[in-house]
């Protein structure tokens, strides 16, 4: 992992702390799983809060003024649109997704679950994405959170992420070894 990632990864880790256990003291662990999950559909729809996030060019007052309405519109959980204040007074909001990732861990293991990124080369189906869950459960011995994406690229088959696990069964990865395979040969 390089310095600046771990770094960030580091800074979300204590923010995601903090804000899990003020949440959990405070009974409200379902409100800031709703949260999470809130702000990572509006990260992943809104280009102007990717901007907001990231962008050095707003000053700090400002940034805080446009998370709290944005805080605010949304409806956060006081702990939630407070962090989110906080971090951006001290100019730490890019790492937000890192926050929001630590979070859905944290919540997810104090729920006997664990997530899995799963990506396929087109959207599966409720029944599909069912089958995959159990199998998954049997293997972990956990409830599994599936997240899936969808990318064309590698053709066919899966790629799943459990923790720091990774199961490949993609075309693209499969066509990559077998390429490797017959450069070695000639």
């Known amino acids: 992992m390089s310095e600046p990632a771990s770094i960030s990864t580091g800074i979300a880790a204590r923010y995601a702390t903090a804000m899990f256990e003020l949440a959990s003291e405070g009974k409200a662990l379902k409100a800031l799983e709703d949260d999470v999950a809130a702000l990572e559909g509006a990260m992943e729809s809104s280009e102007d809060l990717r901007d907001l996030i990231h962008s050095p060019i707003y000053g ?3 940034t805080a003024a446009a998370i709290g309405g944005v805080a605010d519109a949304m409806g956060l959980n006081a702990i939630t649109g407070n962090t989110l204040r906080l971090m951006a007074s ?3 909001l890019f ?3 890192a ?3 630590a979070l859905r861990e944290m919540i997810a293991e104090h729920k006997g679950e664990v997530s899995a990124e799963v990506t396929s080369a087109k ?3 409720k029944t599909q994405m069912d089958k995959l869950a159990k199998s998954l459960k049997a293997q972990v011995g956990k409830d599994v959170n599936l997240k899936a994406t969808v990318d064309e690229d590698i053709i066919g088959g899966l790629v799943v992420k459990v923790g720091s696990k990774m199961i490949d ?3 693209r990865s499969k066509l990559n070894a077998l390429q490797n395979s017959m450069k070695e040969v000639g």
Do not use: G, N, W
Request: charged share 35%.
């Open 60 to 62: 700090r007052d400002e």
């Open 90 to 92: 001290k100019r730490r």
């Open 95 to 97: 790492v937000m997704p």
């Open 99 to 101: 926050l929001l990732t």
């Open 123 to 125: 959207a599966l189906t």
């Open 169 to 171: 069964t993609s075309i």
